[in-house]
């Protein structure tokens, strides 16, 4: 877990855009148990400016390309539960298999849950029309991006941190946006770098779907209902 965070925390500061935390060393403990040791940040009193803070994240957005598709060099975690990052050329497969897919299957897996699972598949078999008439480029991705992730140094600039890093469609990274108090400051300076692509409001609620099933995994029922509902809006959008 440690070694994937500091590959991924060295990538987003590689970028030298938004400022994180720059990794030093992993490794064991003595006796049991790991350490991960990076860059100390004092951090200021208030939260990050919300302007300052898009601009910063569509600039790592724009500066951390992949030649290799969409992936990770190294699968990581979000939260607790295993983030496969296998490199995939197809955006729409990368998302449907090792993003939904696999949280689908560990809820099914853990809980039995056969009805999440089947409508959860019927979506990911339709969801190409989501997609039309855009190009998606594969960009470095913190991962995690909620108010938990998200400081200020005492200079008042943004810093994140605790990434699950991947190389992704820019709007996933606003999966956690329900933990995240994103205002129109926020979307208006991040859209000034990276431009809103056409369908975005459609395909806002596909980004939380992986989030809200994380969170039924990890956290139990109390998540079910937000996902189930997803899942049901877009099978009825889709006509499927």
Known sequence: MFEAEAIGLGAMYETGTIRVPKPFKVGPLRNSGSYIIMEFIEFGVSRSNQSVLGRKLAEMHKAGKSEKGFGFPVDNTIGSTPQINTWCSDWIQFYGEQRLGYQLKLAQDQYGDSTIYQKGQRLIKNMAPLFENISIEPCLLHGDLWSGNISSDKNGEPVILDPACYYGHSEAEFGMS???????????????????????????????????LNHYNLFGSGYRSSAMSIIDDYLRMLKV
């Open 178 to 212: 329900w933990c995240a108090g994103f205002g129109g400051s926020f979307y208006g300076s991040y859209f000034e770098v990276m431009p809103k692509q056409p369908g975005f409001e459609k395909r806002r609620d596909l980004y939380l779907l992986y989030h809200y």
